[in-house]
């Protein structure tokens, strides 16, 4: 597949040879040979990826965003004045959207980056092989997750081994040849290396590793994409590995739910986040659903009554809302410079009480105890008894506006604004770019 992206970044390019000062490299660039040829420059690499990872268009807000968008149910609105965005939320994109383009060339960029990392990991210091090989195991299997709930039919939908899923690039991309026009795998195989990605980082990674992705991190990830294939007993097994370890290292649910957003340092229940300051990091969630009064936009996204009114009186998180530029707005998103959660402990107990409820099991607590251990700290009642449908509303009100409503939505074969869970504009475009780039070998989503 011909990517058609200019990697002017210092980890995933390879620049000509050149006597000639016309032909230096950008400052920004460093030619292949030199970046990849040591173990501290190879780590400089990794930390890059974690840097490309966190732009605006991947986890630094948009892929969030969309999910919300195509969910929307009259629940939230955009009342922005991108066009981009308001054709995701009315599910009428056109294959020239450049929001849609950009989150798959950064996905994409980040990729390549994880494959360059992986190509030259024998360079590495022996004792740091695992966890750097781990970390770009982890960012290109989460990449792929990523990409493959959103331009491709969900894993719901059936049909994997016949519906197109996302072109595999396994290997690093230095040059264009034929070699490069890679067309898309079935959505079977895409989730096959995705399960492949992340059980091996999960195998790789160390239990703790500061802000970057750890053993938790993985397992997390990998319940959620269990949760997607309807495999419960994997999806519970691996989220109570991310609870077992995470809490082990002192990771606990905050002592009330505002206290898990708006934070200058990850919180106590933030397994991944992406860190943004002043100085560094995108954060668009605050940027689109946030108002000028705090630096936002002009509160591009609002919120619905029939939203608001799924939460009981006295829900901690009914009092995240606020109202601002004339409309109700999610206070998850209030400030600017704070981190950007991605997994949080909290989802991880929904999914194990859910997946246990289905199976039948009580793997590390029983699916009463974890519900009520998430409403006990939203400050409402316990339940005395719990039913599959009380699980998922829990899980509905914890993770709202998040960015798990359409995986949510797809999985459990629901509709969104008229729109069945595997309709076709329940799916986003491949940009028009990527398959003229490719000569046809990618092809098109259906309805577009």
């Known amino acids: 597949m011909k990517l058609n992206i200019f990697l002017i970044i210092i980890f995933s390019v390879i620049i000509a040879s050149c006597d000639k000062k016309l032909d230096l490299l950008p400052r920004q660039s460093v030619a292949e040979e030199v970046a990849l040829n040591s ?30 968008l195509l969910a929307a149910n009259d629940e939230i609105r955009w009342e922005g004045t991108f066009n981009q965005p308001r054709e995701i939320w009315l599910k009428s994109m056109i294959t020239t959207n450049s929001f849609v383009r950009d989150t798959w060339l950064a996905a994409y960029d980040v990729i390549n980056i994880a494959n360059n990392i992986i190509s030259a990991v ?19 299997g989460s990449m792929y997750f990523e990409l493959v709930k959103l331009y491709a039919k969900p894993y719901s939908a059936g049909n994997v081994s016949s519906n197109d899923g996302i072109p595999l690039v396994l290997t690093p991309t230095r040059g264009i040849d034929e070699s490069s026009y890679v067309p898309r795998s079935s959505v079977e195989q895409t989730y096959a290396q995705i399960l492949s990605d992340l059980t091996e980082a999960e195998n790789l990674l160390p239990n703790t590793n500061t802000v970057y992705a750890d053993k938790a991190v993985a397992a997390g990830i990998l319940s959620r994409v269990y949760l997607q294939m309807e495999r419960f007993a994997e999806a519970r097994d691996a989220a109570d590995r991310a609870i077992t370890i995470a809490t082990a290292a002192g990771k606990s649910l905050t002592a009330t739910y505002a206290a898990a957003f708006n934070n ?18 995108a954060n668009n969630m605050h940027l689109y659903w946030s108002i000028p009064t705090f630096g936002g936009r002009d509160g591009d996204v609002s919120i619905g009554a029939s939203h608001t009114a799924l939460y009981s009186a006295g829900d901690e998180r009914l009092a995240m809302f606020y109202t601002g530029s004339g409309a109700t707005r999610s206070g998850k998103w209030k400030l600017q410079y704070s981190k950007l959660p991605i997994l949080r402990l909290a989802e991880l107990y929904l999914t194990r009480a859910e997946a246990n409820f289905r199976e039948g099991t009580s793997v590390g607590a029983t699916p009463l105890q974890d519900v009520n251990r998430i409403r006990q700290r939203a400050g409402v009642a316990p339940l005395g008894a719990v039913t599959l449908a009380d699980i998922l509303l829990e899980r509905k009100l914890e993770l709202a506006h998040e960015g798990q409503a359409v995986h949510d939505l797809k999985r459990l074969r629901l509709s969104a604004d008229g729109f069945a869970f595997d309709a076709n504009e329940m799916v986003l475009p491949i940009p028009q770019r990527e398959i003229d780039a490719s000569r046809n070998t990618i092809t098109q989503n259906d309805g577009y």
Not at 122 to 140: P, S
């Open 122 to 140: 024998d360079i590495v210091n022996a004792a740091d092989q695992n966890r750097v090989k781990g970390e770009a195991l982890f960012l290109r």
């Open 39 to 68: 173990d501290a420059n190879i780590k400089k690499v990794l930390n890059g990826a974690y840097d490309a990872v966190s732009v605006g268009s991947v986890y630094g807000g948009n892929i969030l965003l969309y999910s919300e």
């Open 264 to 281: 200058a340092s990850n919180s106590s229940e933030d397994l991944f986040a992406m860190q943004v300051s002043a100085q560094d990091g």
